[in-house]
């Protein structure tokens, strides 16, 4: 088993930045370190509800990563964000940096562990202006037989003269797939946000979203582009459970692999 010692590494985030809790539907894997590929990817959501106060809102992103060392995997993101209600505009809102650590050899251990710490740098002004965010945790995955489930816990702190709280937000992320085809495999997705430690607010007034995911995976020989290269990608629809949640949350990924 190896095991990476990755206190020095989050002091160094918690010094050199800001990340928070965007809305970022994806799940994030122990397993996608990605090393000797370059990889372009998108990530986007559209929340659906006929009331202004929770639907409306989109996110995208564009990301551009790769595998730093067989156990680190590094990306940075620009990220979009359409805030609900109407006649809001859709902004560049933040410049992040990601990154996923491997802590231990897939199948070494009862289960497969990660560690995942973001700095997120608002790039936003005026009446639109938003604070800086640190976001970290554990990332947890098992395989049973044909199925994958991976558990992610995220913290965060905002940072900067626009924050608006100095306590610690708490999010979730689950996902269980059945591994049954390359091309399409199923999946059951769960988001949810508790609010902040200290004072979590009652569960109806949390966020928390789930539904089925498909997720797929194509070769690019299997697409006549050539002999190498991957396109993954991602389609589901999340049912907003409480009434601060919106009633449905499309959401999409797509992913583009190349070796070098």
């Known amino acids: 088993m190896r095991v990476v010692t990755v206190s020095g590494f989050a002091a160094v985030l918690a010094v050199l930045a800001p990340v928070?809790?965007?809305?970022?539907?994806h799940i994030v894997s122990p397993y996608e370190i990605d090393l000797g590929e370059i990889e372009i990817e998108h990530n986007g959501s559209a929340a659906i509800d006929h009331r202004t106060p929770v639907g409306g809102a989109t996110s995208y992103t564009a990301e551009f990563g790769t595998g730093l060392t067989?156990?680190?995997?590094?990306?940075?993101?620009?990220?979009?964000?359409?805030?609900?209600?109407?006649?809001?505009?859709?902004?560049l809102r933040e410049f992040v940096w990601e990154n996923m650590i491997q802590l231990t050899e897939p199948g070494s251990t009862f289960v497969d562990l990660g560690f995942y710490a973001e700095y997120s740098q608002s790039a936003t002004t005026g009446v639109y202006a938003a604070s800086n965010q640190a976001t970290f945790g554990p990332v947890v995955a098992k395989e049973i037989g044909r199925?994958?489930?991976?558990?992610?816990?995220?913290?965060?702190?905002?940072?900067g003269p626009?924050?608006?709280?100095?306590?610690?937000?708490?999010?979730?992320?689950?996902?269980?797939?059945?591994?049954?085809?390359?091309?399409?495999?199923?999946?059951i997705e769960v988001y949810g946000d508790a609010g902040v430690l200290r004072s979590m607010p009652d569960f109806s007034q949390q966020q928390f979203l789930a539904g089925?995911?498909?997720?797929?995976?194509?070769?690019?020989?299997?697409?006549?582009?050539?002999?190498?290269?991957?396109?993954?990608?991602?389609?589901g629809w999340l049912f907003g459970a409480t009434p601060a949640t919106a009633n449905g949350t499309l959401r999409w990924?797509?992913?583009?692999e190349i070796p070098f």
């Open 20 to 25: 928070g809790a965007h809305a970022d539907y």
């Open 70 to 91: 067989p156990w680190w995997h590094s990306e940075v993101e620009f990220g979009f964000d359409r805030d609900q209600g109407d006649d809001q505009p859709t902004l």
């Open 147 to 159: 199925t994958t489930t991976t558990v992610n816990l995220f913290f965060t702190r905002l940072l």
């Open 162 to 187: 626009d924050q608006t709280t100095h306590d610690t937000d708490m999010s979730y992320r689950v996902q269980s797939r059945w591994n049954i085809w390359a091309p399409l495999s199923p999946a």
């Open 212 to 235: 089925p995911v498909g997720i797929g995976v194509l070769k690019f020989n299997e697409l006549g582009w050539g002999t190498a290269g991957k396109l993954k990608y991602e389609a």
């Open 253 to 256: 990924r797509a992913e583009v």
